[in-house]
């Protein structure tokens, strides 16, 4: 196949289906993408403050957790949620959509704690010490003494996390549940072409997921080192104005 006539059926089949692509595709895999990850969000802040627990039967259960979602494939905990937990539990009458969301979630969570977990424990412990020996409770330490420095490691690790997710949500196809690579398929049984969807799908997905990375990389700058950032920004300003 030539280039141009493959940038000839690009064109063609945009025309043809893009409403598939963007209003299905693109919307189905941005709700899948945001229910896994805030979902996973409040679940794995739940499950990092378990792992840091004293009770040692909590740290051995959430370890058991984390090392099982993080140690098999996605694909084969989205068929443990679509085909056998739904048989296993049939009194849970959720939609395939909802079990692959929470299956997403439940894998979200698994790294979404971890990258909790470190940003805490990475925050010096003299500060807990100087907190504690102010009169803190062990709530108001990590209130207002770790977790403000602890965001600063946390947000960047959380938007990786969301692009990750956002590209995973791709494996949701096998199960043809509208996301964009499930327009892509659809498209590909139309046309009878094969290269053309993918190059479009991908195309979409590359829109999405690089202005979400240079976003990412912004705060995660401004994070890092604030006061520079405000400098450049001061300097930037300074230079517009001669």
């Not at 595709?25 to 409040?42: D, E, H, P, Q, R």
């Not at 937990?85 to 849970?92: A, F, N, V």
């Not at 470190?118 to 009169?135: C, H, N, P």
Request: hydrophobic content about 50%; overall charge positive.
């Amino acid at each position: 196949m030539h280039f141009f006539e493959f940038l000839q059926n690009v064109i063609h089949i945009f025309q043809d289906y893009w409403k598939i692509f963007l209003f299905e595709g693109v919307s189905n895999t941005l709700i899948l993408t945001a229910i896994s990850v805030a979902l996973g969000t409040i679940f794995g802040s739940l499950v990092a403050f378990m792992k840091m627990s004293k009770y040692k039967i909590v740290r051995f259960l959430v370890s058991v957790y984390i090392e099982v979602i993080r140690g098999t494939p996605i694909l084969l905990q989205l068929y443990v949620f679509y085909f056998v937990i739904p048989q296993m539990i049939p009194i849970l009458d959720m939609t395939p959509f909802m079990w692959v969301a929470v299956a997403l979630c439940l894998n979200s969570a698994a790294y979404v704690s971890e990258v909790i977990r470190s940003g805490i424990q990475a925050v010096d412990k003299g500060q807990t010490e100087a907190a504690r020996s102010l009169g803190m409770s062990s709530r108001q330490t990590m209130q207002k003494i770790i977790m403000p420095q602890a965001v600063r490691n946390i947000l960047p690790a959380l938007g990786n996390e969301f692009i990750m997710m956002l590209k995973e949500t791709s494996l949701a196809s096998t199960f043809f549940l509208g996301d964009l690579m499930t327009s892509c398929l659809i498209v590909k049984g139309a046309t009878f072409l094969t290269l053309e969807p993918l190059f479009i799908a991908g195309m979409f997905y590359l829109i999405l997921t690089f202005p979400l990375s240079k976003l990412v990389q912004h705060f995660e700058k401004k994070l890092n080192n604030p006061h520079s950032y405000k400098n450049h920004k001061k300097s930037h300003k300074k230079e517009a104005n001669v």
